[in-house]
């Protein structure tokens, strides 16, 4: 009976002594070390307005309609797309005849939209959504054909609508990896800062 007391006595000082360390101890180092040295991502990367209210992440598309507003790729996240909680692509494969007829129907919207004729070609990340939903970035080709449609709407030139997109425009990871993205709350929020 001794050797049975002394080993679950055992058993479960070392399970307190594990959840102290697993559940306690060791996140608020690892969270400690990473609010010291990488503030601006350990708190989810988030863009803050001149008041300081958070509007969104860096991280996370969000979706802008009207035309003053460029407008980002589509989204599958969620009933309503753009939802957080709901991150996921279509999981439409390329054979999908629902596919085929949302890559239609959103294209024909595109050029309506952006007053394009109906022979201009349609960046394939302006009707397909992303494997996530929540891609913040479009292509810069993507963003050039909406330029005409936002200068229009902020009465801006065209040229400075232009300017803006490459200034929100980043490069491939460490350069080689990817694609450039203009990045499209930044762009927005620097569209509407420009129109104070």
Known sequence: MNSFVSQLRGAVVSTVVLAAVTCGAYPLIVTGISRA?????????LIRDKSGQVIGSSLLGQNFTGDKYFHPRPSAAGANGYDATSSSGTNLGPTSQKLADQIKERVAAYRTTNGLPADQAVPADAVTASGSGLDPHISPANADLQATRVAKARNLP???????????????????????????????????????
Do not use: W, Y
């Open 37 to 45: 040295a990488f503030k601006d991502k350990a708190d989810g990367s």
């Open 158 to 196: 065209v040229e400075k609508v232009r300017e803006l997109i490459q200034a929100h425009t980043d490069s491939p990871d460490l350069g080689i990896l990817g694609d450039p993205g203009v990045h499209v709350l930044k762009l927005n929020l620097a569209l509407d800062e420009l129109s104070r």
